[in-house]
């Protein structure tokens, strides 16, 4: 059975550039026809997709979001990765990594989640 | 962005209970909808994909139905732990989004 593990700083300070890695254990990070993701969640504003990228590296962003960050994989070590510049408060949340088929399916698989804390 | 709307936002409810959350879309996004239950500080889980595909392991009390703009997730007997939030979300097309969660408590 897949597993996801954030990891990555619990703490960044404005205007600097957050960066989270997710670990898969248990398929391959190239298993065919699978997205790899990020979503966070707000304790207001609620969850919101940040964007996902497939194993040949081809991504989607969230246009909210595009200009600030970059999603790229690692297949030799089974990761991918999120990074966010420029960061404010507003980027504060608990971000998760998660796996969907074929891009248009539900998450099936989640990673339990890694909060970060915009301040200085 | 197609913006999907739950409702309630919060319901209290009895274990037995039958319930109804609703979820509707802006736009047109044929069936591809899901909807995860969450509880505290855990992920959301997917209960049910493609607006009506039961997930494995999930119990059929749970089921979905709806396409186009309109969506409901029904439990037919609430179970003690079925007391959590439940979130829709679309999957028709980037940037995906999800509904701003139903509270469901327990009366």
């Known amino acids: 059975q897949v597993q996801l593990q954030e990891s990555g700083p619990g703490l960044v300070k404005p205007s600097q550039t957050l960066s989270l890695t997710c670990t898969v254990s248990g398929d391959s990070i190239t298993s065919g026809g699978y997205y790899w993701s990020w979503i966070r969640q707000h304790p207001v504003r609620g969850l919101e997709w940040i964007g996902y990228i497939y194993y040949t590296g081809s991504t989607f962003h969230n246009p909210s979001l595009q200009s600030r960050i970059d999603i790229s994989i690692d297949t030799s070590k089974n990761q991918f990765s999120l990074e966010v510049r420029s960061v404010t408060a507003a980027d504060t949340a608990l971000y998760y990594c998660?796996?969907?088929?074929?891009?248009?399916?539900?998450?099936?698989?989640w990673g339990q989640g890694t909060l970060v804390v915009v301040s200085s | 962005d197609i913006q999907m709307t739950q409702s309630p936002s919060s319901l209290s409810a009895s274990v037995g209970d039958r319930v109804t959350i609703t979820c509707r879309a802006s736009q047109n996004i044929r069936g591809y909808l899901n909807w995860y239950q969450q509880k505290p500080g855990r992920a959301p889980k997917l209960l049910i994909s493609?607006?009506?595909g039961l997930q494995d392991g999930v119990p059929s009390r749970f089921s979905g139905s709806g396409s186009g703009t309109g969506f409901t997730l029904t439990i037919s007997s609430l179970q003690p732990e079925d007391f959590a939030t439940y979130y829709c979300q679309q999957s028709y097309a980037t940037p995906q989004t999800f509904g701003q969660g139903t509270r469901l408590e327990i009366k």
């Open positions: 493609a607006a009506s």
């Open positions: 998660a796996r969907t088929y074929a891009g248009n399916s539900g998450y099936d698989s």
